[in-house]
């Protein structure tokens, strides 16, 4: 028996999530059945992405993970499950959702479901809920060894996979350029794609500051001098720092405030960030 973990973009305040719990327990009622969220913002594929690739690693080897953002359900998009080099399951639509765990942890292999096997009983003439229907089915039976991974259907080229467009942070001198990967949502942090190896380069010590620019399709949104600092009480209360997060790439952050909210600044490809010693 593995861990089986949800993520959506349901959220809780109608009874899908429960829905999914009760077919994953109908499936074995001993199974443990996790949540890694079911915030992520509706129809965010780019989100879901990241979060799989923040939580996966500190699970058990094994684990199941369930991850449905699913706009195109109902259409031709493949339903999958992969294996990851790390040694997890993955159950998702191909729709880009794989996208940050292929290039951080990659994909051993990956398996189209076979709905005439693994699709809850009685199910089938439903088409837009597939995270029921067939995606926690799908993770429940696995998780519960009642069918291993080549149980879950044929074979699919990995490389075949559909992935989003990731462009890796760059040098050029003292500057950094990156992206805005994702937010520390319930504070308000901006989590970029620049790694802590890459802002060392940069030779700037602890408490002194950096010009850090943030520009969306080519308008400049913010610019400032920010001190560096190990954590956030290193600098007074309403003011910015940069630093880095639990995943050791270069945050921007307020001190007790939201970084997100006083600029209006989301996360994604469109967003860019430079960090340029000074």
């Keep these: 028996m593995k861990p089986l973990v949800l993520q ?6 109608d009874g899908a999530v429960s829905a999914m719990y009760g077919v994953a327990l109908g499936v074995n009622n001993n199974l443990g059945v996790y949540d890694l969220t079911h915030d992520i913002p509706p129809y965010n594929i780019w ?3 990241y979060r799989l690739t923040q939580t996966i690693r500190y699970w058990p080897e094994g684990s199941v993970f369930v991850s449905v953002v699913d706009p195109g359900v109902g259409t031709d998009r493949l339903s999958v499950v992969c294996e990851t080099e790390s040694g997890h399951y993955i159950v998702t639509p191909d729709n880009g959702t794989l996208t940050h765990v292929d290039h951080f942890v990659g994909i051993k292999q990956a398996r189209i479901i076979d709905e005439e096997v693994n699709r809850l009983p009685f199910s089938g003439e439903s088409y837009t809920f597939h995270g029921r229907d067939v995606y926690a089915y799908t993770g429940a039976r696995l998780a519960a ?6 149980g879950v259907g044929p074979t699919t080229s990995v490389e075949n996979l559909v ?3 990731m462009e890796p942070a760059t040098k050029d001198g003292n500057r950094l350029s990156g992206i805005i990967d994702a937010h520390d949502v319930r504070y308000g942090s901006l989590w970029t794609n620049i790694t802590l190896e890459q802002f060392r380069e940069l030779g700037i010590p602890n408490g002194s500051r950096v010009k850090v620019s ?3 399709q080519d308008r400049l949104i913010y610019s400032n001098l920010v001190t560096t600092a190990h954590s956030f009480a290193e600098v007074g209360i309403g003011e910015p ?3 880095a997060n639990s995943l050791s790439n270069m945050a921007l952050a307020i001190n007790r405030g939201s970084f997100a909210q006083a600029y ?3 996360s994604g490809q469109s967003w860019k960030i430079s960090l340029e010693a000074i």
Excluded: E, Q, T
Excluded at 8 to 13: H, L, N, V
């Design 47 to 49: 989100d879901a992405s």
């Design 264 to 266: 209006n600044i989301s």
């Design 8 to 13: 959506s973009d349901f959220g809780i305040s």
């Design 163 to 165: 992935r989003l467009p």
């Design 145 to 150: 060894g009642i069918i291993d991974f080549s």
């Design 241 to 243: 720092l940069v630093y």
């Design 214 to 216: 943030i520009s969306h």
